[in-house]
């Protein structure tokens, strides 16, 4: 497995996002724990989840539970394995998201996804979304803080624009910066540039982007797809492809629940796109 970097720390140049094993209609913890130790195999370095990945407000850290079970039942060493979480997202009873940026919820948050994960520090700690009834400044200094203290190692954070990069980068060392990035959506291009120039590792969180949808994409899945019967591959390789094409910061992070659909998605890194066919499918 190629390697790319988040802050001084070598992960894996794909990542294993964990979040459709802890939302409704999951797969059974089985058939998670395989998942996860396919992708560990294959040399996966980096797990991404948050504590908000449940179903409802009794179901807080499943994620992160989940990964705990299943790295302390890797037959090998974990050491090597970074487990980025996020917090900053509810969830209610009902099931329905939330936000909170107040600085003290994010410190009993990280206390939460500290148990959760059994774990001295958190590896990469990411506030999830923006809160808009607290300024921004205060929820990242809170992770700051939490870094300080030594119960983060690094600090990233999400969905956040450019104005939003810059001004964590001014309270804390920014590590990552984790937006939805894909074939069908492409807004965050400006996030990924200034990260690309700025060396801060860009996270594209549903990587995929609907790509084997053809009547969500149109003419953009046909694209992709003719790249993938040409190099005999899935659309979702290239897609993955091409999201490593982009800037070497980048670290796509695709979704599974099946160890077949992560070791697919694993083989991107290895697949080269010529210009040619880049240029098809950054103007699709």
Excluded at 222 to 247: E, T
Aim: proline share 6%; glycine share 10%; charged share 20%.
């Amino acid at each position: 497995m190629q390697t790319r970097r988040i802050a001084d720390r070598p992960v894996s140049a794909i990542g294993l996002g964990e979040m459709p094993m802890s939302l409704e209609g999951r797969p059974t913890e089985t058939d998670s724990v395989r998942t996860i130790h396919a992708a560990l195999d294959a040399g996966v370095t980096l797990i991404d989840t948050a504590d908000a990945y449940c179903v409802d407000a009794g179901d807080i850290g499943h994620g992160e539970r989940l990964i705990a079970r299943a790295l302390q039942t890797w037959s090998q060493d974990p050491e090597d394995v970074l487990v980025a979480t996020k917090g900053g997202h509810t969830r209610a009873a009902d099931g329905s998201w939330g936000l909170d940026g107040r600085p003290e919820y994010l410190r009993r948050a990280c206390e939460a996804s500290l148990k959760a994960l059994g774990a001295d520090a958190l590896g990469l700690y990411q506030f999830h979304r923006p809160d808009p009834t607290i300024p921004y400044v205060e929820s990242v200094g809170a992770l700051a803080e939490l870094q300080q203290e030594g119960k983060v190692r690094l600090v990233g954070i999400s969905n956040a624009t450019v104005e939003q990069i810059r001004a964590a980068m001014e309270l804390v060392p920014l590590a990552s910066v984790q937006n939805e990035f894909s074939p069908r959506f492409r807004s965050s291009g400006d996030e990924l540039a200034f990260c690309a120039e700025h060396g801060i590792a860009f996270l594209p969180w549903s990587p995929l982007g609907g790509i084997g949808d053809a009547s969500a994409l149109g003419d953009r899945h046909a694209a992709f797809a003719a790249v993938a019967r040409a190099h005999g591959v899935s659309p979702q390789r290239v897609a993955l492809a091409w999201g490593l094409a982009q800037a070497p910061v980048v670290i796509p992070i695709p979704g599974a629940s099946r160890p077949e659909t992560i070791l697919d998605s694993l083989q991107a890194a290895d697949l080269e796109l010529s210009a040619d066919e880049l240029a098809d499918l950054d103007a699709a």
